[in-house]
């Protein structure tokens, strides 16, 4: 994500996903959205963050970034 190689950091995330590790999950989850945005396909960063926010309901930042995404 950092290098700003979007399709690569979410192939990463999808491949860390499939390791089904509870312990990382959250945090890939919320770094998928994030990437969307950068992209600027917000439809689909909305739709993972509705679904984020039903997994995830104590998340105050992405409470905060769900706020933002319906502004888009």
């Known amino acids: 994500m950092q ?9 990463a995330i999808e491949a860390g996903l499939a390791l089904e590790d509870k312990s990382i999950q959250q ?16 439809d689909k960063a909305a739709s993972l963050m509705a679904i ?3 997994n995830y309901p104590d998340d105050e930042e992405a409470a905060r970034e769900y706020e933002f995404l319906k502004t888009r």
């Open 3 to 11: 290098l700003e190689d979007y399709d690569a950091a979410l192939a």
């Open 27 to 42: 945090v890939l989850y919320f770094n998928q959205i994030v990437i969307y945005e950068y992209q600027g396909d917000f």
């Open 52 to 54: 984020y926010k039903r």
